[in-house]
């Protein structure tokens, strides 16, 4: 079975340009979630997707970040404009329901010069 | 609000020695929680959970875990070490309060050194 994929793996930016991520989750994974892991710290979860619509996005930053997810598959994470304290490793995580165990993807690591 | 402290951020064992990684937990509800191992430049990975029934957990790699409801903690034991368990532990709670959200509320994480 095919895990969680994510891309780009590494992505290398100046402040205030924009960036997105990519993730797809398992097949047939109904709960997606995007976590953000600043380096020395464990990962903080942003936004929650149930199918296409949104369950928990209470500490998504909503000024700068934006997540969607099409047709309930496929996520994109938006970040429009990038500041210096958003380099972290953005982690993708997909369950088959919001209350199964949550499968992690291989990050992606984004550094903001 | 639920929170997850782990004691220790840098933790150095002789290979073939005992594992203790230490996590307490604060919840106002009985909690769901779990450990995961994060090797480099990679996801995490689910080692052992606990929801309910049995405090001592079995995990994956001959990791366990106990969970004791009067002291908060659910420590982190393996009986003897293996230089691939070099790794990055993280403890985490979920408050699983009902709707349709488990979000998991992480520690800061263990890096677990092991030594030859």
């Known amino acids: 079975e095919a895990g969680v994929a994510q891309s780009p793996r590494y992505k290398i930016i100046e402040k205030r340009q924009s960036v997105a991520f990519w993730c797809n989750p398992i097949s047939g994974h109904a709960t997606l979630y995007w976590y953000q892991q600043i380096l020395g710290q464990g990962p903080k979860l942003l936004i929650q997707f149930q199918n296409n619509g949104v369950v928990d996005d209470s500490q998504l930053p909503k000024d700068r970040f934006s997540a969607e997810r099409l047709k309930g598959v496929d996520s994109t994470l938006k970040i429009q404009p990038a500041k210096l304290e958003d380099s972290a490793v953005y982690l993708c995580?997909?369950?088959?329901?919001?209350?199964?165990?949550?499968?992690f993807g291989p990050g992606t690591r984004l550094t903001v010069l | 609000a639920q929170s997850v402290t782990q004691l220790g951020s840098h933790v150095s064992v002789s290979e073939g020695a005992l594992v203790l990684l230490r996590c307490n937990y604060s919840s106002s509800v009985p909690p769901y929680l779990f450990w995961y191992v994060q090797y480099p430049n990679q996801g995490l990975q689910l080692l052992l959970k606990?929801?309910?029934?049995?405090?001592l957990v079995k995990g994956i790699n001959g990791f366990e875990a106990e969970f004791k409801k009067s002291e908060t903690s659910f420590h982190l034991t393996k009986p003897s070490a293996h230089m691939s368990d070099a790794a990055e532990y993280f403890c985490a709670v979920s408050p699983h309060q009902g709707g349709a959200t488990n979000k998991l509320i992480f520690g800061t994480g263990t890096l677990l050194a092991v030594q030859p």
């Open positions: 995580a997909s369950s088959l329901n919001y209350n199964n165990e949550q499968f």
């Open positions: 606990y929801t309910t029934g049995a405090t």
